[in-house]
């Protein structure tokens, strides 16, 4: 029965709110076009939390269905109704289409080209094995060591990627552990911890940061090195507490350890190539706007010059993670709908929430985020809430106080991707579980301790962001 309903609700209540008349609704005004929407959103919301389809799939479908029941080259019967009063406005095709080249996507698909040209020769392994080195063999010290040079790498390349190889450098280290020591629930659990964390550093580093940057760009434009500039002390303290929390839960019995990775950086010329590149396009990044290109048109370097030296080939082109561009270009497509058909604004002109205290409605849309990441994706949690975080942002004056709509979003993201409590939270704790050094419930305290410390200390920044600007 269970089953059944997984595959059933996704489809029926989408297909209930369809054809419902207009009078159901509680909104006043609300149009044929905006019902549509409504419904569309409910399929996605249903679909990315019960999963009878693959995420990426429901995003694909999102873009399908606004081009069928509410684009301009909608399909003919749903477009009869045209001359009412009520039908609403109509997107543009090439609007909806355009979601799969944003440049949100370039930004990514720059990323996903570093990670892959920095695996393929050795870049990654090396530098692990180099910073590593400086933190000697104190068990205390080799966490702190491997947490930090895999927040280093989540910042610029895939979680998942990156958590994959910090996993495969930390296999001798457990041959060196006792089975009963409690020391390795802790070196197992702060390499997925970090790289949750990590990510939030920088613009590329998770999707949330992605899809919230969608939304700061029509209110308050951020470059990458600004975005550095305030989330990578959130980071650091972060980690931080993190690193002191899984100290004290499993502390060490062994008081040193000795680590040997080897391996030498290549000196072939197309490595060559990968190194100068790799740190060309995080220096551009860094270095924001002063040189005259975005972050989006800096991702393209790192994509044309190893296409053009045959660094990346056709094979490895299939390794890139196409379903997280699929997913991303779903949840800009699903904002657009919102947006546009003026929905997400009719919700919240709806709703008084101006009646609430600004801290309220911060703190409750930072757990509301909290929660949905724990139990779905953080980036499909972000693809639910942003578009009515952007629309509460714009519309609620008293959250000014608190540095209105950037704030907000900032602190709704900084949450979702804090969402770290269960193996399917995120890609990184279901690859760190499956190694048989974790316990769920292990993973759960920690998740649940970090992921409220967080949302408490991104209400410090923004108290602090408020005061600075």
């Known amino acids: 029965m269970r089953l059944y309903l997984r595959f059933l609700l996704p489809i029926m209540i ?252 290549l000196k072939t010329p197309q490595a060559i190539i990968v190194y100068v590149t790799f740190i060309l396009t995080i220096v551009l990044w860094l270095m924001g706007s002063s040189h005259g290109m975005n972050s989006y048109t800096v991702a393209m370097i790192p994509v044309t010059v190893f296409l053009v030296t045959g660094i990346i080939t056709k094979e490895d082109l299939k390794k890139i993670s196409w379903d997280v561009l699929w997913l991303v270009s779903g949840g800009i497509a699903l904002g657009l709908a919102l947006d546009k058909s003026g929905l997400a604004a009719l919700v919240v002109y709806s709703i008084p929430f101006g009646e609430f205290s600004p801290y309220v409605v911060l703190i409750g849309a930072a757990l509301l985020s909290l929660l949905m990441a724990n139990f779905m994706s953080n980036t499909a949690t972000a693809n639910l809430l942003m578009p009515i975080m952007a629309a509460l942002g714009a519309t609620m004056v008293s959250l000014d106080v608190l540095g209105g709509q950037p704030m907000l979003i900032l602190v709704v993201t900084f949450a979702a991707s804090l969402g770290m409590a269960l193996p399917i939270s995120t890609p990184p704790n279901a690859l760190a579980h499956a190694t048989g050094h974790i316990k769920t419930q292990d993973m759960a305290k920690v998740g649940v301790i970090i992921g409220v410390t967080g949302v408490v200390l991104s209400f410090a920044l923004v108290a602090i962001l408020n005061m600075v600007y």
């Open 14 to 265: 989408p297909l209930i709110v369809l054809f419902l008349p207009l009078a159901a609704f509680p909104f006043e005004g609300m149009t044929i076009i905006q019902q549509r929407v409504a419904a569309i959103f409910l399929f996605a919301a249903l679909s990315w939390i019960l999963e009878p389809i693959p995420i990426y799939a429901t995003s694909v479908a999102i873009i399908c269905f606004e081009l069928l029941l509410i684009s301009d080259k909608a399909i003919v019967w749903f477009t009869g109704q045209q001359a009412t009063d009520h039908y609403g406005v109509i997107l543009n095709h090439t609007d909806i289409m355009a979601t799969f080249a944003n440049p949100i996507i370039m930004l990514f698909l720059g990323g996903f080209f570093l990670a892959i040209a920095a695996t393929k020769y050795r870049l990654d392994i090396n530098l692990a094995r180099v910073l590593l080195k400086p933190f000697g063999d104190q068990p205390r010290f080799m966490i702190l060591g491997l947490m930090l040079i895999t927040a280093l790498f989540s910042m610029f390349m895939s979680n998942t990627a990156t958590t994959a190889m910090m996993l495969s450098i930390l296999t001798p280290v457990m041959v060196l552990l006792k089975p009963e020591d409690p020391s390795r629930t802790a070196f197992a659990l702060c390499i997925p911890l970090a790289a949750n964390i990590g990510g939030i550093g920088t613009p590329i580093g998770t999707p949330p940061n992605a899809i919230a940057l969608k939304y700061l760009q029509s209110s308050a434009s951020i470059s990458f090195g600004e975005w550095m500039a305030f989330a990578v002390p959130f980071v650091i303290v972060l980690m931080a507490i993190a690193w002191v929390l899984i100290l004290l839960l499993f502390p060490a019995k062994q008081r040193s350890i000795s680590l040997d990775i080897k391996g030498k950086f």
